[in-house]
C-alpha cells in the first residue's frame, strides 16, 4: 500500500519537539506554581499538561515528603501498585530508574469472588491482594474511590505501609471524600503519616496518576 500525506488544509505545528516545549512553556506561563512545593513542581506541571487544566494547582495537595519518600522507593526499586489499567499503562517504563514492576490486580481471578463476598467493587478487592507487595511500594489510584477508601481501611487495620500514595480518583461519588480522608490519615490514625499527592474534590483521572508517577520516577521534565 503506497501512502500519501494529505493536502495541508491548516495552519499547525507539526514539530513533536517544539510542540512538547511549547507545552510546557505554557503552562509555567499560565499556571500558578506558588503553592507547590519546590520539589514538586515538576510533578505539577507534568500532571496540567495531562488534563490541559492550568488551574489544576487550586486542587493539589502535596505533602511535604512526598517527592523524596517516593522518588526514593523508585530508586531503590521498589513497585508500582495501581487501582486501573489506565494508569499502569500510562506509565513510561523508560522513565522507571530499575524497571520497577508496574502491576494492577483487578483482572485476577479471585477479585469477583471477594467484591462479591465483601459487597464491594472489584477496584477495592482488588486492593487487597496487594498486602505482599505493598511494604514500601508507590501507589496510585486514578480511578476508584473504594479502592483508595478500602487501602486507608487496610492501613488502620495494620497493613505494611507504602512509600506513597498518589491519590486521583475521578468521580461524583465518593471521589471527594477518599481524597479528604487520605489527607487526614496522620490525624485520624497517629503514626500513620503516609506522603501523598491528591487532586482534591471530584477531578482527578488516570492520565493525571500515571502523569504524577511518571514525574516522581525521573526528574527531567
Not at 486514578?142 to 468521580?171: Q, S
Request: proline letters at 6%; glycine letters at 8%.
Amino acid at each position: 500500500m503506497s501512502l500519501t500525506t494529505p493536502a495541508r488544509r491548516y495552519d499547525y505545528v507539526t514539530d513533536g519537539a517544539a510542540i512538547y516545549d511549547a507545552s510546557f512553556a505554557t503552562i509555567r506561563a499560565e499556571a500558578d506554581l506558588s503553592g507547590v512545593p519546590a520539589d514538586a513542581e515538576k510533578v505539577a506541571v507534568r500532571m496540567i499538561h495531562a488534563c490541559g487544566q492550568t488551574d489544576l494547582t487550586r486542587n493539589l495537595v502535596i505533602h511535604p515528603g512526598l517527592v523524596a519518600a517516593a522518588r526514593g522507593a523508585l530508586e531503590a526499586g521498589a513497585p508500582i501498585l495501581t487501582d486501573a489499567h489506565m494508569v499502569a499503562t500510562g506509565v513510561t517504563r523508560a522513565r522507571l530508574p530499575r524497571d520497577n514492576e508496574v502491576r494492577c490486580f483487578l483482572h485476577e481471578p479471585e477479585v469477583p469472588a471477594l467484591a462479591h463476598r465483601w459487597a464491594t467493587t472489584r477496584s477495592a478487592a482488588a486492593v487487597s491482594l496487594w498486602t505482599d507487595h505493598l511494604a514500601g511500594a508507590v501507589v496510585a489510584f486514578g480511578n476508584a474511590p473504594t479502592a483508595l477508601f478500602h487501602l486507608l481501611e487496610m492501613l488502620r487495620d495494620g497493613a505494611p505501609r507504602p512509600a506513597a500514595i498518589i491519590g486521583t480518583p475521578v468521580g461524583f461519588i465518593g471521589a471527594a471524600e477518599s481524597k479528604q480522608a487520605l489527607i487526614d490519615l496522620a490525624t485520624d490514625a497517629p503514626g500513620l503519616d503516609v506522603p501523598y499527592l491528591v487532586v482534591t474534590g471530584r477531578r482527578g483521572g488516570s492520565a493525571m496518576a500515571a502523569s504524577a508517577l511518571n514525574a516522581l520516577a525521573q526528574e527531567a521534565e
